[in-house]
Nanobody
Framework: QVQLEESGGGLVQPGGSLRLSCAAS????????MSWYRQAPGKQRELVAN???????TYTDSVKGRFSISRDNAKNALHLQMSGLEPEDTAVYYC?????????????????WGQGTQVTVSS
């Protein structure tokens, strides 16, 4: 059984900062890619940032230079440091972890999602 726990959302004024965290617990072999997605009201869920196991990061254009994704492999944790927040960043943010489950000699990867945390940017 794998569980993800998200934390760190809230209400912030434009230009402010927030740090989101996501921690995985349970029984699994390894974590591959770790990502943050967001979904604004009436819009499709979009990929915000991704970090590979080796630490390579990618960002959607609208957050480049403002958001920073990081991971702590020892703690099975993922973070998203958000600064220079804009009203357009308002959304529910979800972490998504590509988790490897080992059964006998077979290693299979599955996407696990956090419960979502609300980020609201408003004055």
């Amino acid at each position: 059984q794998v569980q993800l726990e998200e934390s760190g959302g809230g209400l912030v004024q434009p230009g402010g900062s927030l740090r989101l965290s996501c921690a995985a617990s349970g029984s699994f072999f390894m974590i591959n890619d770790m990502s943050w997605y967001r979904q604004a009201p009436g819009k499709q869920r979009e990929l915000v940032a991704n970090v590979t196991r080796a630490g390579t990061t990618t960002y959607t254009d609208s957050v480049k230079g403002r958001f920073s994704i990081s991971r702590d492999n020892a703690k099975n944790a993922l973070h998203l440091q958000m600064s220079g927040l804009e009203p357009e960043d308002t959304a529910v943010y979800y972490c998504c972890l590509q988790i490897g489950i080992l059964r006998d000699v077979d290693l299979s990867f599955y996407n696990y999602w956090g419960q979502g945390t609300q980020v609201t940017v408003s004055s």
